[in-house]
């Protein structure tokens, strides 16, 4: 059974870098995709960034703050964040696919994490 589990949330000041980070538990997604996505209480949750072999997806209201990596062995994803808005607060989710996903979309995504929340105060 695939879990996903998030860790590196917080609360930071505006400004601000967090890095998160998300192992999968005994798989790999070296042909297949690993995203964040986040969400606000009841609201629809957002794609953040994505990650498959050759390509990176952004969110247009994180580009040039956020970055998405892997580690070689494709189990764990990261997503550094600097210069966090208090916008950026969520609770983030990790995401993976053993499919390639082109793209942020969540129905996309069979297995998800816990989450891990992210606090930016002004």
């Known amino acids: 059974q695939v879990q996903l589990v998030e860790s590196g949330g917080g609360s930071v000041q505006a400004g601000g870098s967090l890095r998160l980070s998300c192992a999968a538990s005994g798989y790999n997604f070296r042909y297949g995709s690993m995203a964040w996505f986040r969400q606000v209480s009841e609201k629809e949750r957002e794609g953040v960034a994505s990650?498959?072999?050759?390509?990176?997806y952004y969110a247009d209201s994180v580009k040039g703050r956020f970055t998405i990596s892997q580690d070689n062995a494709k189990t764990t994803v990261y997503l550094q964040m600097n210069s966090l808005k208090p916008e950026d607060t969520a609770m983030y989710y990790c995401a993976a696919s053993f499919a390639p996903i082109r793209g942020l979309a969540s129905n996309a995504y069979r297995y998800w994490g816990q989450g891990t929340q992210v606090t930016v105060s002004s």
């Open positions: 990650s498959r072999t050759g390509s990176t």
